[in-house]
């Protein structure tokens, strides 16, 4: 059987070198595939003015699967100083090229998942009756729409005559901002489809449904963003009532929920949102298994079959050029395993898992954040294990 090519996309910073650990895993593990390198980040913004150039999107249109590293994004002036001076006049706009490929190739549904390891010094403790400690087991999946709501893109700063005519349309509009010259306002929007919305809430239904959670929360904000908010929960009632009545449904405003996530975190099982919040909502969680080092995600079209499966992590440009990489590798290799998943590789997938899970619990080794130290060039003279030492431990274990 031929083998599968997966799209390597190692992007920016510290993205090069877990993907490369993350790679050596795999093959460790038995698995094995065809790497093709696809360009993507911030030198292809500095040197062509596009940071996902064509070439990357038809190979990935080719091969259906990305394993992603991370990616360097900064705001609008920042990113316009630093385009090669023979680029500056063609009116180029940096966008973040993550985005990009979610939009284009339509990959709205985006899985996170949010598990607490045995052992694991970072995981989320609380103090219980009698001055006793708990540390409550967190199994959280957040699914995330993907490419609509505050990340659509949509927006404008002094907007065209059109647009504030047609927001001029709105009495709220007239009341609080009709004053305001035009060339004073920016403005975003929050889009939200039902043809998306429904997709998404289908697939944390149906996840819930294969892996026996009992609940499936809406965490959005349906008391003030009556429209978009409001119309996520309405479907989510709709569709538990209609085929899934076994599963209930919750509904958390955003921010309660970022209080509730500590107090209580082990009540919450699937967990779905609008792309802003499920951002906000996912890294909440992932704080109290550890942080983004251990913070894994996919993001796919389950029409088309393309996937994309990266840590959640950035580039932490501060660490690239450290003599020895010191930054943890287990969300890329985690992510590694969601592709896993995803092109039917469980056997692998459960392999690496229990080999991460056996290192944590051993304690024997562990990364800067792990130990809790800054992240500083001496954390490996001080004890911490380099990324390459946290790669080799786990191999060892497969």
Known sequence: MAKRTIVALPGDGIGKVVLEEAIRVLEAAGFE???????IGWEFWCNEGNPLPQRTLDLIAEHKIGLFGAITSKPKDEAFEELAPELKDKGLVYSSPIVGLRQHFGLDICLRPCRT???????????????????????????????????????????????????????????????????ELSVSTRIFTKKATERILRAAFEHAKKYGYKSVTVCEKPNVIRETSGMMYKMAQQI???DFPEI???????????????????????????N?????????????????????????????????????????????????????????????????????????????????????????????????????????EKGAASTIQMADTIIAKL
């Not at 595939?33 to 360009?39: I, L, Q, S």
């Not at 403790?125 to 659509?152: A, M, S, W």
């Not at 509904?251 to 609008?274: R, S």
């Not at 802003?276 to 079959?305: H, K, R, W």
């Open 33 to 39: 595939a065809n790497y093709v390198e696809g360009d």
């Open 117 to 183: 390891y045995k052992g694991n010094p970072l995981n989320f403790i609380r103090r219980g009756p009698g001055d006793t400690i708990e540390e409550p087991e967190v199994d959280v999946v957040i699914f995330r729409q993907n490419t609509e709501g505050l990340y659509g893109g949509v927006e404008w700063s002094n907007p065209p005559a059109q647009v504030h005519d047609a927001l001029m349309t709105h009495p709220k509009f007239i009341k609080n901002f009709g004053a305001t010259p035009v060339e």
């Open 240 to 242: 538990q009532k209609a």
């Open 248 to 274: 209930e449904v919750w509904n958390t405003n955003i921010d309660a929920q970022m209080m509730w996530l500590t107090k209580n975190p082990e009540n919450y099982g699937v967990i779905v949102a609008g």
């Open 276 to 380: 802003m919040f499920g951002d906000i909502v996912s890294d909440g969680f992932a704080g109290l298994i550890g942080g983004l080092g251990f913070a894994c995600s996919a993001q796919y079209n389950p029409e088309t079959g393309i996937g994309v499966f990266e840590p959640t992590h950035g580039s932490a440009p501060k660490y690239a050029d450290y003599p020895v990489s010191i930054v943890n590798p287990i969300a890329m290799v985690e992510s590694a395993c969601m592709m896993l998943d995803f092109i039917d590789e469980q056997t692998i997938a459960t392999r690496i898992r229990k080999a991460v899970a056996e290192v944590v619990e051993e304690g024997k080794i562990w990364t800067y954040d792990m130990a809790k130290m800054v992240g500083r060039s001496d954390v490996i």
